[in-house]
């Protein structure tokens, strides 16, 4: 469909109740970021320019368009929302200047672990995945999530967030960062002496 505004290149519904249809046209001949128009019109089957959308973009397409837009905005208001939440971290993250590159993965122990805080990029990301955890993000105990953001090394990072294990206790009323006790009887380790 060809218009004076250029030519259609999409159409969705624009309300719930599907009474309005979003058109855009594209003129070739203006300028690229000039030439995008949009067009609202009602629905109305029976209107000319309404029917020669319903052929490009039958009733069908246009709900679907219509749905999937709508996931898309709903994803990109998570998104805003998580950076307003974490707005600090991720403007630290960007001024820091680190461009992201693909690192091979390496074997977990107890050095490259305390290596992390010597990789600027690896440490900001595990402090962001420490920041999801859901006893970081609900507490409200802003002096320690402050000292969390200023830690420089892994360890003093990795014994913060034990600060918050080792108050938390579980549904059942245990804490979080214990380990059980052996059971009552022989001491853990010690074997029988064989009969003399």
């Not at 955890?133 to 320690?144: A, I, Y």
């Not at 830690?151 to 979080?176: H, I, M, P, W």
């Amino acid at each position: 469909m060809k218009t004076r505004d250029g030519r259609l290149i999409n159409a969705r519904f624009a309300d719930i109740s599907f009474s309005l249809i979003r058109a855009e046209f594209k003129d070739y001949d203006k300028p690229e970021g000039d030439n995008i128009t949009v067009q609202m019109y009602t629905y109305d089957p029976e209107n000319k320019t309404v029917k020669q959308i319903l052929e490009e973009y039958p009733q069908i397409k246009l709900e679907e368009n219509y749905t999937n837009f709508n996931k898309i905005e709903e994803e990109r208001a998570r998104m805003f929302g998580i950076f307003l939440e974490r707005r600090d971290e991720i403007l630290d993250y960007i001024n820091s200047g680190i461009t992201p590159e693909i690192v091979e993965a390496k074997p977990i122990n107890l050095q490259s672990i305390k290596e992390i805080g010597n990789n600027a990029e690896d440490f900001f990301k595990l402090k962001l995945e420490i920041f999801e955890l859901e006893e970081v993000r609900n507490s409200k105990n802003r002096q320690w999530k402050a000292k969390m953001r200023k830690a420089t090394t892994t360890l003093e990072l990795l014994s913060l967030l034990y600060e918050v294990y080792s108050t938390v206790e579980n549904e059942q009323g245990e804490r979080l960062d214990e380990t059980p006790l052996p059971k009552k009887g022989k001491p853990r380790g010690k074997k029988d002496l064989p009969a003399e």
